[in-house]
């Protein structure tokens, strides 16, 4: 430790235990009288605590006469500086770390399922869209598995599941399912349901029920091709039944303003075969078989 | 209306330890003596480390720039989950408000503060000078350090909390 005397009273202290006003070294005691001495009008004078090279400035080790190395100005002793090299992290930090890492990682496993949820939802939007209604109501029931406590999801699983039986031709199984989410969308699913009534007429031969149904979806969308082919069908079925030629002038004025509207639609146009075979042979058959029988199209002699 | 800042600090007390936890993790991986560390404190600044002398401009860089990568990364890493049951089917449970909470309050005090900045500029003009690329490099973002610091009295170190945790996640959802 080094020693000083303090210039004011004549004591000899540590050196630690003194301060520097413009360049006089005075005590703790002597530092309020120095610095009134020194003061010229409100100017304060420059006050420096003095630092003991050889006394760790953190621990107080006294190292003798010999300086210990600086960190930042300040001695250190070897211990202090190896502690402060190598300072651990409080047990309270580490603790806390580890509490939020494993929150963050319970918060992922438990989530996971969401995200799991939200990519099958979107991958089942893309499948029905591009027509796929099976896949997509398999990947949306899969989805509302995952997320039981939202029942949208479950209502939109209903819809793709409704949308694929009227594709298989199960128009009865679609009906009932359609029924259970219409919560959906009233609208939208009445419309779905008015064509699995369609087709349940078609295939009971109920000519009256499938023109009734198909005129309400045309006077509901009646600028639609194929609603107004729809219309179209059905008159040229209850041609076909009953010879009348009524029927036949009604069918074929609906085809006629369809066709306009259609443009070069291909499904359009297999259709339009179809209810022209119809009206031409008299003979009623479903689109499976008309395309069994005329895998290249039909065309009037 | 106008929320006394140490308020504020008070509330997001997570990221200011945070913060300063990444200050001392990164003098730990360099290497640099930890004098003194405070964590949180209710007063200005509200946390900080004093570290000894730095040498060269990467140690100083990732003792001055690695709250905002850590306080960042531990931001989207707590809220992506947890905004997730929220975002997608609107799912509001209390753990996903508190995850929320901690990882929103670590976003905002993600940004490296003046003095931070101050070292930064100082060890960034001394390197430059000996034609460092690092330093030579992080001058724009030293710079925008400082405007970020200027733009603090708008909010912006908070709203980027939000832009983190929030943003982000709503972001790497919408694309899955």
């Known amino acids: 430790m080094i020693n000083t005397t303090c210039q004011n009273c004549k004591r000899t202290i540590p050196l630690n235990d003194t301060f520097k006003v413009q360049e006089t070294i005075c005590c703790t005691d002597c530092l309020e009288q120095v610095v009134k001495g020194k003061q010229t009008g ?24 010999q300086e210990l190395e600086k960190i930042i100005n300040l001695p250190v002793c070897k211990k202090c500086s190896d502690y402060f090299e190598n300072r651990p992290f409080p047990v309270w930090i580490k603790l806390s770390l580890g509490i939020v890492i494993a929150l963050v990682i319970f918060a992922f496993v438990y989530n996971f399922r969401f995200i799991n949820s939200i990519y099958k939802i979107k991958a089942a939007d893309k499948a029905f869209l591009i027509g796929d209604s099976e896949r997509a109501y398999k990947l949306q029931a899969a989805a509302a598995e995952l997320v039981p406590e939202e029942p949208g999801i479950g209502l939109v699983s209903s819809f793709y599941e409704g949308g694929y039986l009227l594709s298989r031709e199960n128009y009865e199984g679609a009906i009932d399912i359609f029924n259970k989410c219409k919560s959906l969308n009233p609208e939208l699913i009445d419309y779905f349901i008015k064509e699995a009534l369609i087709g349940k007429a078609f295939n009971n031969k109920d000519y009256d029920a499938f023109l009734e149904y198909a005129m309400e979806i045309h006077n509901q969308y009646p ?79 | 209306m106008i929320i ?124 430059a000078g000996r ?46």
């Open chain 1, 42 to 65: 409100k100017q304060q004078p420059q006050i420096e605590r003095q630092t003991d090279p050889t006394v760790c400035f953190n621990c107080k080790f006294d190292n003798g006469h």
């Open chain 1, 223 to 301: 600028n639609i091709p194929m609603h107004m082919a729809s219309v179209a069908s059905a008159y040229a079925c209850k041609y076909a039944v009953t010879s009348d030629n009524q029927f036949k002038e009604k069918s074929l004025e609906y085809i006629g303003k369809a066709v306009q509207l259609a443009g070069n639609s291909e499904d359009f146009k297999t259709y339009e075969q179809r209810i022209k075979h119809r009206l031409h042979t008299k003979e009623i058959i479903s689109g499976k078989e008309f395309s069994k029988r005329y895998p290249n199209g039909w065309k009037e002699p």
């Open chain 2, 4 to 127: 006394p800042g140490f308020i504020v600090c008070i509330a997001t007390f997570p990221g200011v330890i945070v913060h300063e936890f990444a200050h001392m993790l990164f003098c730990k991986i360099r290497k640099v003596p930890v004098i003194d560390v405070c964590f949180f404190r209710i007063g200005n600044p509200a946390g900080y480390v004093v570290h000894g002398q730095i040498n060269d401009f990467t140690t100083a860089f990732l003792v001055s720039v690695g709250p905002f990568i850590i306080n960042s990364v531990f931001c989207f890493l707590i809220c992506l989950p947890a905004y997730t049951p929220f975002y997608a089917f609107g799912i509001k449970e209390p753990l996903s408000y508190f995850l929320l909470w901690l990882g929103i309050s670590i976003g905002m005090h993600a940004f490296p503060s003046t003095q931070d900045a101050k070292n930064l500029w100082h060890h960034a003009k001394e390197s």
């Open chain 2, 131 to 176: 034609c460092n690329p690092l330093a030579i490099i992080s001058f724009p973002l030293v710079i925008l350090i400082y405007v970020v610091n200027i733009l603090t009295f708008f909010w912006l170190d908070y709203l980027y909390g939000f832009a983190i945790g929030i943003g982000l996640p709503t972001l790497i959802l919408s694309q899955i």
